[in-house]
């Protein structure tokens, strides 16, 4: 029998169906609040510490006080409230709800507002299921949103209508374009495999101050263990010429790019260095999932 969801809220653990928050909370009328989405595999969640950095930077940026270590045991929590070991974790914190009397819709916070602590998981694959790069079509889209994008809002309105404009163009995903420079998919960060004038490979993935994205957790772990990759700006006409594109994220992991604009990327089929990228990214987190298992024996 199909187990009900159990959220978390502001600290209890709830029936889905039961967790309710206030019409006026500002995440609700305002997007006013931070997110993360984290992954966890057999019952451990991967880079847990640079996600709540990530969240923590984003919070006291947006002056919402919370402290983002409280993660550790919230996931903890909330795994286990749901028999789940390998599972995507989703949170919010939002700046929460005005009290009694106090304006509703005023730009400017009262400073005195509890957050509004929010979480869910569903199960997904563990690190077995890390076969084959996923596949999808893609399509140019002019990078319209904030010049924040380091800050995981969970105002996403600009990444859902360029979701949408890729859509209508029929592709499954939008690769965003800012001032003629690669910067970021919807949800995911973006490497390009090409070669140099000299004919060698290249591996290129965007720096995130230029182009205003999001510094993501997959993205700068797959930096550590691929050494070859470099960071620089990535042109619309070097995206174009690529032998491969692929997308990376906590939950899309590796999914190559098989068409750009209705034209073929490379051969039009998932790639040797995405390949190669997810074999490498499978065998890192075995080896964090061996030592982990290894030092709760010890
Ligand atoms: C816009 C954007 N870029 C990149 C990413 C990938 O980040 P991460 O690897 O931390 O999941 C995400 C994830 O939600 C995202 O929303």
Not at 129 to 142: D, N, Y
Not at 208 to 215: K, M, P, R
Not at 242 to 253: P, Y
């Amino acid at each position: 029998m199909l187990r009900p969801m159990r959220v978390s809220l502001n600290g209890q653990i709830v029936p889905a169906a039961d967790a309710t928050v206030s019409v006026f909370d500002r995440g609700f009328l305002f997007g006013d609040g931070i997110y993360e989405g984290l992954r966890a595999f057999d019952g451990w969640v991967r880079h847990l510490d640079d996600h709540c950095a990530r969240m923590q930077r984003g919070l006291d940026e947006a002056g919402i006080g919370w402290d983002a270590s409280a993660l550790h045991g919230l996931c903890e929590g909330l795994l286990e409230a749901n028999g789940l070991r390998d599972a995507f974790l989703y949170w919010q914190v939002t700046r929460g709800a005005p009290g009694p009397g106090q304006p509703v819709r005023a730009r400017l916070p009262e400073p005195d507002m509890a957050p509004t602590v929010f979480g869910y998981c569903v199960p997904l694959p563990g690190v077995d299921g890390f076969t084959e790069p996923t596949e999808c079509s893609a399509r140019t889209v002019r990078d319209d949103r904030w010049h924040k994008g380091h800050v995981k809002t969970i105002s996403l309105m600009a990444n859902i209508m360029a979701a949408l404009e890729a859509a209508e163009g029929g592709a499954d995903e939008a690769l965003l374009v800012r001032d003629g420079w690669l910067s970021e998919s919807c949800s995911t960060n973006v490497f390009v495999a090409g070669r140099d004038e000299s004919g060698r490979p290249t591996l290129v993935t965007p720096p995130t101050g230029d182009v205003s994205i999001l510094s993501g957790v997959t993205r700068r772990m797959l930096l550590e263990i691929l050494p070859e990759a470099q960071v620089r700006m990535v042109s619309e006409e070097e995206l174009h010429r690529a032998d491969e594109i692929f997308l990376v994220g906590t939950v899309t992991t590796v999914r190559s790019v098989l068409t750009l604009d209705g034209r073929p990327v490379g051969t039009g089929g998932v790639g040797p260095v995405a390949r190669e990228v997810l074999a490498r990214y499978a065998d890192h987190l075995r080896t964090q999932l061996a030592e982990r298992r290894g030092a709760a024996v010890d």
